[in-house]
């Protein structure tokens, strides 16, 4: 048997679990738009526009962004942070 080493190995383990179902690529997001969409949403939340707080929440969800909601320890404002849904 011979050794595949380096880019070889690497090529072949992501041949492999691309063949067991697995997404290898890497998500493609633009993290401006994401920031600009949140940032639209804290503003609607502001103004209590819930529906359409949900419709931005929902539509990047639908493009794989995971919206989680806090509140900063300080200040007590809320805070939204985002994660690639897997």
Do not use: H
């Not at 633009?30 to 931005?56: F, G, H, Q, T």
């Amino acid at each position: 048997a011979s050794e595949v080493g380096g880019d070889g190995a690497a090529a072949s383990l992501k041949a492999t679990l691309a063949f067991l179902g697995f997404d290898t690529g890497a998500a493609k997001v633009d993290e401006v738009a994401v920031a600009k969409a949140i940032a639209d949403r804290l503003a609607l939340i502001a103004a209590k526009n819930w529906a359409e707080a949900d419709r931005v929440r929902d539509e990047l969800l639908a493009q794989g962004v995971q919206l989680k909601d806090g509140k900063d320890p300080v200040t007590g404002q809320r805070v939204t942070t985002w994660e690639i849904k897997r």
